[in-house]
């Protein structure tokens, strides 16, 4: 909970996953709901308040949820479906259909649809398909709910969705007032106003200033979204292993979406770390490179560039020398260079902006927010504000309230001699993943 100078009046957490990484398994979505509303009812309970503005939903994507005609979840779902058994039927659907990998990306929700269809014995039952983000709406609602944005990954050019998803709102409107088995739960008056919403990135970079041609983003979380709002067709991007889409602003924003990278920290500092109080403390006085290692940091698969589910994690330079505190450098490393990639195919596309806006749970690792800065070679313009808070401004926006303060920011430059180390990095990284390719496919179907 915020209020309209974006301070936090209360928060509150249902975690359940004790490893990092667990998160991207198969969950019950009736448990999101569950955990949902218990860290409400915290978040409530600490701010000592019975009434609010609005409510937003801002949820990991795409996540589909089969639901009967009850709204009711029929099966386990993904927060992030990066299964491995569906990369072969969306390669299958990306040839059969003429197109460049990246309109259909792993996680993709249609190909998961079509296994479904084929495998699952709830297919029968299902009345529609919803998103993470709006099948939490409707729970709250009643209202089945997806925003234009997340539709969008719903549709597949020449190709018909298996099971329809509801007709689409923006995600500035209200989808429905807070229903009455909800708001008993909450102790919030029935009718609340609740926004429909989207992904958690769109949400996120909207508050950190992604809105009109010319800015330019990065958030740093589990995953990575780095890009740049342009006033331009959606074909500029084709070829260049981005994507283009509409996001809560005007003109599109083209760019990259990894699928790890502080879940790639958080392995790093689980496995790696295990016996350090301040693992990346110490890696901040290792220089980038060191030990001569180079990391992937495809622990989930990846998304931009390569758009394989089947891509691996890979450490390569290790020798009989090779540091714990140096094996944590080239993870890090690999992290950062994975945001530089994407940066440098946006300059093939777009004019390079003066600095980045940076924001997402991510800038809390200084040391990780210290690389990024050195890895892009550009100055960064940080946004460091509570988890919730952009979910708030939306909720605010979309009740047509008074809008909420801008975030307050500070500055990151980059250590142009870092810099150059990463410049020396890049080309033997960029040249990584061709290079292994054939073998994680042939790894990813060993038991």
């Known amino acids: 909970m915020a209020d309209l100078d974006g301070t936090v009046a209360g928060s509150g957490r249902a975690a359940r996953h004790d490893r990092p990484g667990s998160g991207l398994a198969p969950q019950d979505p009736g448990q999101w709901v569950a955990d949902v509303l218990d860290a409400a009812r915290r978040a409530l309970d600490k701010a000592a308040v019975a009434r609010v503005e609005a409510i937003a939903v801002a949820a990991l994507g795409p996540a589909p949820v089969l639901v009967d005609a009850s709204l009711r979840p029929l099966m386990p779902a993904c927060l992030l479906s990066l299964d491995p058994r569906l990369e072969e039927q969306r390669i299958r659907l990306v040839d059969a259909l003429g197109l460049d990998a990246a309109a259909v990306p792993p996680g993709h929700p249609v190909p998961q649809l079509l296994w479904w269809q084929e495998h699952a014995p709830a297919w029968g039952?299902?009345?529609?398909?919803?998103?993470?983000?709006?099948?939490?709406?409707?729970?709250?609602?009643?209202?089945?709910?997806m925003d234009t944005v997340t539709a969008l990954d719903y549709s597949v050019p020449g190709l018909a969705c298996p099971v329809s998803p509801p007709e689409a709102m923006e995600p500035g409107e209200i989808a429905g007032g807070?229903?009455?088995g909800p708001a008993a739960d909450l102790g919030l008056p029935a009718g609340t106003p609740v926004a429909v919403g989207s992904y958690d990135s769109y949400i996120d970079l909207a508050r950190i200033g992604a809105r009109v041609p010319g800015d330019a983003c990065i958030l740093l979380g589990s995953t990575q979204v780095v890009g740049q709002v342009a006033g331009v067709p959606a074909a500029l991007a084709a070829g260049s292993a981005l994507r283009c889409t509409p996001h809560l602003g005007s003109?599109?924003?083209?760019?990259?979406?990894?699928s790890a990278a502080g879940l790639t920290l958080d392995w790093c500092a689980g496995v790696l770390g295990a016996g350090l109080d301040d693992i990346w403390g110490a890696v901040a006085g290792v220089r980038p490179g060191a030990g001569g290692l180079l990391a992937l940091p495809y622990l989930a698969g990846e998304r931009a560039p390569v758009w394989d589910a089947l891509a691996r994690g890979a450490i390569v330079g290790l020798t009989a020398h090779t540091s714990r505190l140096e094996l944590c450098r080239a993870v890090l490393d690999g992290v950062a260079l994975s945001t530089r990639d994407l940066t440098e195919r946006l300059r093939q596309v777009l004019p390079p902006p003066a600095e980045w806006r940076v924001g997402g749970g991510g800038v809390r690792n200084r040391v990780w927010l210290r690389a990024t800065a050195d890895a892009v070679g550009r100055p960064l313009e940080v946004v460091d504000e509570a988890g919730g808070v952009a979910a708030a401004a939306h909720a605010f926006a979309a009740a047509a309230a008074t809008p909420m303060k801008p975030p307050k920011t500070f500055r990151v430059a980059p250590d142009e001699s870092q810099t150059r180390r990463?410049?020396?990095l890049y080309e033997p990284y960029r040249g990584l993943y061709g290079g292994l390719a054939a073998a994680m496919h042939a790894l990813a179907h060993i038991d």
């Open 125 to 145: 039952r299902a009345s529609m398909v919803l998103d993470a983000t709006g099948f939490l709406v409707s729970a709250l609602t009643g209202v089945p709910t």
């Open 178 to 180: 807070l229903a009455e």
């Open 251 to 258: 003109g599109q924003l083209i760019g990259g979406w990894t």
């Open 422 to 424: 990463y410049r020396l």
